[in-house]
Nanobody, 125 residues
Framework: QVQLVESGGASVQSGGSLRLSCTASGSTNRLSIMGWFRQAPGQAREGVAALQTGGPGTDYSDSVKGRFTISRDNAKNTLYLQMNSLEPEDTAMYYC??????????????????WGQGTQVTVSS
């Protein structure tokens, strides 16, 4: 089992920045993929970014490409999402996810085995 705990969500103004963190514990050495998803009220959960734990691969949704950066500190077992140039459309609950599956369909929620509880990001105009 793997436990994921997110932090860093806050309310910011449009154009601001935030860094989300996700600390993983448990059997993390077998994880092959980690990612960030977000879900706004009344909308489906959307894949934002993901990375391969054993390689250099990273991917981003078109809506955040160029503004968000996903990274991982292996020594701290922590996944990050640096979010710059935030827009009101980025307002959502952000979830950290991790899994053992393949990377090719990274944006599909069911590819992940473990989820955090979420951290709220609110961007005001």
């Amino acid at each position: 089992q793997v436990q994921l705990v997110e932090s860093g969500g806050a309310s910011v103004q449009s154009g601001g920045s935030l860094r989300l963190s996700c600390t993983a514990s448990g059997s993390t050495n077998r994880l092959s993929i980690m990612g960030w998803f977000r879900q706004a009220p009344g909308q489906a959960r959307e894949g934002v970014a993901a990375l391969q734990t054993g390689g250099p691969g990273t991917d981003y949704s078109d809506s955040v490409k160029g503004r968000f950066t996903i990274s991982r500190d292996n020594a701290k077992n922590t996944l990050y999402l640096q979010m710059n140039s935030l827009e009101p459309e980025d307002t959502a609950m952000y979830y950290c996810a991790a899994g053992y599956g393949g990377y090719s369909l990274w944006s599909i929620p069911r590819r992940y085995n473990f989820w955090g509880q979420g951290t709220q990001v609110t961007v005001s105009s």
